[in-house]
C-alpha cells in the first residue's frame, strides 16, 4: 500500500511563527506536491518537486518555501505565519512519468494561526 | 490559463443514479481524474479517462468528451457511504503538466 503520512494531523500557531509541516512518501516516488484546501476554491497548488533537491512554484507560492533533500521527504515552511494561513495542508506524491495520474494525498495537516 | 467547474452540491438518496458534472477550460491535458473525499480525510482517487468515453469502475463511471470539454462522474446504487465530496482535476500540458482540481461538489446521500 502506498503511504503517505503528514507529521501533525492539527497544528495550532502564533502569527509570526515559522511552522514547518512534513510529509513523507514510502513509494519512491519522484514527484511530491504541496496544496492548500480551501472551502469553495479547492484545491490549489503551492509548491511542487521533480526530484530532490529540486522545486518549483505553484499557483499561492507567497508566504511559502520548502525543502526536499531526500527523495521520500518534502517539506513546507511557513517563514512568518499569518491569519490568512489558516488551512488544510495537503501533500500527494505521485510516480514519474506523464502517463501517471493517480496522485496519493497524505491524511492533511489542519494548521490554525492565531 | 486553466479553469475547471462543478456543482457546489448535489443531493440524492439512497439506491439513486446520480451526474456530477465537470467542464474546463484548457488548451490541452493528458487526461481528466476524479478524487473523493470523505470529511476530514484526504483525497482517495476513483478513476482517470484518458480518451473519451466511458470507463467504468464497480458502481462508479466516468466519461470524458474532449470535444465537448466536458467530463462526468456517474454513482449508481447509491449508498449513505457516498456522501462526500467529489474533485475533478486535469494533468495540464500547459501547467508543467501539474494537476489543475476542480472547486469540489458535495453530495449528500439522504436514507
Known amino acids: 500500500d502506498v503511504k503517505v503520512t503528514q507529521s501533525s494531523r492539527y497544528l495550532v500557531k502564533r502569527t509570526g511563527e515559522k511552522v514547518f509541516l512534513e510529509c513523507v512518501q514510502d513509494m519512491d516516488h519522484e514527484n511530491m506536491f504541496w496544496y492548500r484546501q480551501d472551502p469553495g476554491l479547492g484545491l490549489r497548488l503551492i509548491y511542487f518537486?521533480?526530484?530532490?533537491?529540486?522545486?518549483e512554484k505553484g499557483d499561492i507560492p507567497e508566504g511559502y518555501s520548502v525543502s526536499r533533500e531526500k527523495k521520500e521527504r518534502f517539506s513546507l515552511i511557513l517563514e512568518s505565519a499569518s491569519t490568512n494561513q489558516t488551512s488544510m495542508y495537503l501533500c500527494?506524491?505521485?510516480?514519474?512519468?506523464?502517463?501517471?495520474?493517480?496522485?496519493?494525498f497524505g491524511p492533511g495537516t489542519r494548521l490554525t494561526v492565531t | 490559463g486553466q479553469s475547471l467547474e462543478q456543482p457546489s452540491e448535489v443531493t440524492a438518496v439512497e439506491g439513486a443514479i446520480v451526474q456530477i458534472n465537470c467542464t474546463y477550460q484548457t488548451s490541452g491535458f493528458y487526461g481528466l481524474s476524479w478524487y473523493q473525499q470523505h470529511d476530514g480525510g484526504a483525497p482517495t482517487f476513483l478513476s482517470y479517462?484518458?480518451?473519451?468515453g466511458l470507463e467504468e469502475t464497480g458502481r462508479f463511471s466516468s466519461f470524458l468528451s474532449r470535444s465537448d470539454s466536458y467530463g462526468y462522474l456517474l454513482l449508481q446504487e447509491l449508498q449513505m457511504k457516498d456522501s462526500a465530496s467529489y474533485f475533478c482535476?486535469?494533468?495540464?500540458?500547459?501547467?508543467?503538466?501539474?494537476?489543475?482540481f476542480g472547486p469540489g461538489t458535495r453530495l449528500s446521500v439522504l436514507p
Open positions: 500527494a506524491s505521485i510516480s514519474g512519468g506523464l502517463a501517471s495520474y493517480e496522485q496519493y
Open positions: 482535476a486535469v494533468r495540464d500540458k500547459n501547467y508543467g503538466q501539474n494537476f489543475v
Open positions: 518537486s521533480y526530484d530532490v533537491k529540486m522545486k
Open positions: 479517462n484518458a480518451l473519451d
